[in-house]
């Protein structure tokens, strides 16, 4: 099993008043308004719960971080929202409640979703070749060594399935978070250019062969941006367009999207790495993963191309811990949400993690004891490269979410000054968690 996420770049790893926002739109404002309550009402203790803003203070006081966003809620009403340090150090501008950041991998669930809504109407199955929806798929080659450690490509031994793809089981990989011959393949073929079109990047995808035989092994990978354009081709709309008319407009997402546009600008938050002293520097445009957010890209990469705010991804979240509602506005039955957040990695494939597995789309804990503790068994959870991050917990009936724009960020271990956020603030909201009742 190859897991390492291994990179050619270290950044590339991965007054509660009123929740409405003050965004453009009209009618913005009603759309963004969730439900607000004292923590004691959702049994959490206020005093308890004021340590994750302070924490997150604490690191932006310590300059490793710029600024941060985070949002708790539980029982479906908001207990926590906080934004403390800077969108934009070089300007002074602050992090607000609304800004907007690049969410990239956290794109996953929500093409995930589009996927499901397509599965419930009967247009796949999971058992299904993807090459029945890619015909350019039937014959890809599978990369290998022989016994002489000289590379040879041999015919797939079982077809890649749609259960693969949505679980990244598939022998796809993704070209910088490990680093196989495969990968420096990928890298080559530039697949995830923002200049080229879903169709160009399954062109490109089908000259390459795979990094291992499908289904053997959980290797992280550009499945779901392939799951975009299988989206885009059977639901007969262009990709982003379905997301839009059938997730962002019914869910009142106003702040999603794969570009920022100009009237919004003053609310992106810019993106950091840290130099080799741990000190924050800006990855500029066409750095990497960052390009210019301000255009609309030709790829709507399904995988990680997405910017969004707390709020918006809030909405998202409650949905799913709804079992598929939200607002009397229904896009999926509770049995397909249940069907992504099980683990569907096959007894043969390694273990994602320690007390991990992976569903459709998400990483789902299994053993909470052995993923850290805390956890409700069954919570579902995925993180962006911009160290954006979130959980949904099932049990507990909790949604946390954090936004950052710091490489590297949460999730990271604590070195070079890299903060783990994510870890802290599971921590952080855990035990302010005193009454487990309704």
């Known amino acids: 099993m190859r897991l390492s996420l291994v990179s050619t770049r270290p950044w590339r790893l991965l007054a509660l008043a009123s929740v409405g926002l003050a965004i453009s739109a009209p ?3 009603a759309a963004a308004q969730l439900p607000v309550a004292k923590p004691e009402t959702v049994g959490m203790s206020s005093e308890r719960l004021a340590h994750l803003p302070d924490g997150m203070k604490a690191l932006v006081d310590k300059g490793q971080l710029a600024g941060v966003v985070t949002m708790v809620s539980r029982h479906g009403k908001v207990v926590e929202f906080d934004a403390t340090g800077k969108r934009d150090i070089a300007t002074n501008a602050p992090m607000q409640k609304d800004s907007i950041f690049r969410i990239y991998s956290m794109s996953k669930p929500i093409t995930g979703v589009a996927m499901m ?24 080659k599978v990369y290998a060594t022989d016994a002489n450690n000289n590379i040879v490509y041999k015919d797939q031994a079982n077809p890649v399935t749609m259960r693969d793809l949505l679980s990244h089981t598939g022998g796809f990989s993704y070209g910088f978070f490990s680093n196989t011959p495969m990968d420096k393949l990928q890298r080559d073929a530039d697949l995830l250019n923002v200049d080229i079109n879903l169709d160009e990047f399954i ?21 779901v941006d392939i799951q975009g354009y299988i989206v885009q ?41 840290y130099d080799k002293d741990g000190k924050l520097l800006v990855v500029r445009p066409k750095d990497g993963l960052n390009h210019d957010f ?3 890209p030709a790829l709507s990469s399904g995988g990680g191309g997405l910017v969004s705010t707390a709020t918006d991804y809030m909405r998202f979240c409650q ?31 390694p273990i994602f993690a320690p007390g991990t ?8 804990y299994t053993d909470p004891v052995a993923a850290g503790g805390y956890y409700g068994k069954g919570t579902y959870w995925w993180g962006g490269a911009a160290g ?33 956020v994510r870890g802290l603030s599971h921590n952080l909201t855990y035990q302010a968690v005193i009454n487990e009742s309704h």
């Open 357 to 364: 597995g992976f569903g459709l789309d998400f990483a789902v």
């Open 294 to 296: 301000s255009q609309v």
């Open 27 to 29: 009618t913005a404002l």
């Open 319 to 349: 949905m799913l811990l709804n079992g598929g509602q939200m607002d009397g506005v229904r896009l999926l039955s509770p049995l397909s949400v249940e069907l992504m957040r099980s683990n569907v990695l096959p007894p043969s494939v």
């Open 233 to 273: 081709k059977l639901s007969g709309m262009p990709f982003e367009k379905f997301l839009e008319r059938r997730i962002f407009k019914p869910l009142g997402m106003v702040d999603t999207a794969f570009f920022v546009p100009k009237d919004k600008l003053n609310r992106f938050a810019e993106f950091y790495t």
């Open 203 to 223: 062109k490109r995808v089908a000259k390459l062969p795979l990094n291992s035989q499908p289904g053997t092994e959980w290797h992280y990978s550009i499945s």
């Open 388 to 420: 954006t991050w979130f959980w949904i917990d099932p049990v507990n009936d909790l949604i946390v979410i954090g936004m950052i724009q710091q490489a590297a960020g949460a999730g990271a271990a604590a070195a070079n000054g890299v903060p783990d």
């Open 117 to 140: 809504m397509l599965f419930e109407e009967g247009k796949w199955q999971l058992s299904d070749p993807v090459s029945k929806y890619i015909p350019e798929f039937a014959n890809l």
